[in-house]
């Protein structure tokens, strides 16, 4: 929304003041929280980042993810045979990642950084041989399946090899062959889509806000096409990130209107709505986008 504030006819004074409160606002409850800022430029207009700035984007979401990670071993895994270690190692894990996001400098060499990452790698592969390697909870496997991809954008970013990254990575082809997984879910995410608006489309009148449902639906739509289109053309995982902005705003704001409108009532549109919803999230989260995406406020 800030990038969006300072385009050509939408920037005034009044409005460039009322947004300086908010990011002072912003800004202090992160600190409070002890929150990273968001990567520098993700948000802005321009080429996606690359190199270190790429990297910065990338430990964003590394920190949080193992954050998570470290939350789920603890709460459903310490009490086990192995709990005391896993919890350790996970803890572990997401101190390290936060030394490694504060310690990325613009100016830095490729190299300094690499062996910076160094600590996180090792102490995630230990991890992920457990992980990967035995019967774990949901929740622990979640947490997980969220982390590996951006260990494993960060050390493509970087030149590193390790057992996680071929497994990990969402723009190589599985083990058994296909398509990757970013391919598979921007096709699956198109025909949802279109699924949803040829369905609603019929009832949208009786519905309350129906029409701004569909044209959330149908901006939703351009962009994931639109998306699809920067997949074909074979864009890295940086710039298939940037590229997915316009998605997961469109995702944002339709989620919120289901929310508001449905509040916690199920049927066949809000279902598939949810489907919409956990294909987004999945592309969120194999792209490393910093924070989370939008969920529906009810049980899936």
């Known amino acids: 929304m800030r990038a969006q504030l ?12 009322a947004a300086g409160h908010v990011d002072q606002l912003a800004a202090q409850l992160r600190q409070s929280l002890g929150l990273n800022a968001p990567p520098p430029g993700f948000y802005g207009t321009g080429p996606a980042p690359t190199g270190i700035s790429e990297t910065q984007r990338l430990a964003h979401a590394l ?16 009490n086990g045979p192995d709990g005391a270690v896993l919890a350790r190692d996970a803890a572990s894990l997401a101190r390290a990642a936060d030394t490694f996001h504060d310690s990325i400098d613009a100016n830095q060499p490729l190299a300094v950084v690499a062996q910076a990452f160094g ?10 041989q457990f992980i990967t390697s035995n019967p774990v909870p949901p929740r622990v496997q979640s947490a997980w399946q ?19 990254t071929a497994a990990s990575s969402p723009v190589s082809p599985p083990a058994g062959g296909g398509p990757p997984p970013i391919v598979a879910l921007a096709d699956q995410l198109v025909e949802q889509t279109n699924a949803f608006i040829q369905v609603f489309g019929q009832t949208a009148g009786a519905v309350p806000e129906g029409g701004l449902f569909l ?12 998306f699809r289109q920067d997949v074909a ?11 997915f902005r316009d998605v997961d705003a469109c995702w944002q704001r339709l989620a919120r209107r289901t929310n508001r409108i449905a509040r916690g009532r199920t049927g066949p549109n809000i279902a598939q709505v949810a489907k919409i919803g956990e294909i987004c999230e999945q592309l ?7 924070g989370y995406p939008a969920v529906l406020a009810f049980p899936r």
């Open 119 to 128: 600590p996180v790698d090792a102490l995630a592969d230990r991890l992920g």
């Open 146 to 164: 969220a982390f590996a991809p951006v260990e494993a954008l960060i050390q493509q970013n970087l030149g590193l090899q390790s057992r996680q």
């Open 6 to 17: 300072t385009q050509p006819g939408v920037a005034s004074p009044a409005v460039d003041r």
């Open 284 to 290: 969120h989260r194999a792209l490393a986008m910093p």
């Open 215 to 226: 044209e959330d639906a149908q901006r939703l739509q351009a962009a994931a096409a639109n």
């Open 63 to 78: 920190t949080a993810r193992a954050d998570g990670l470290a939350a789920a071993v603890q709460a459903e895994m310490a």
């Open 233 to 243: 053309q074979g864009l890295n995982p940086g710039q298939l990130a940037y590229e």
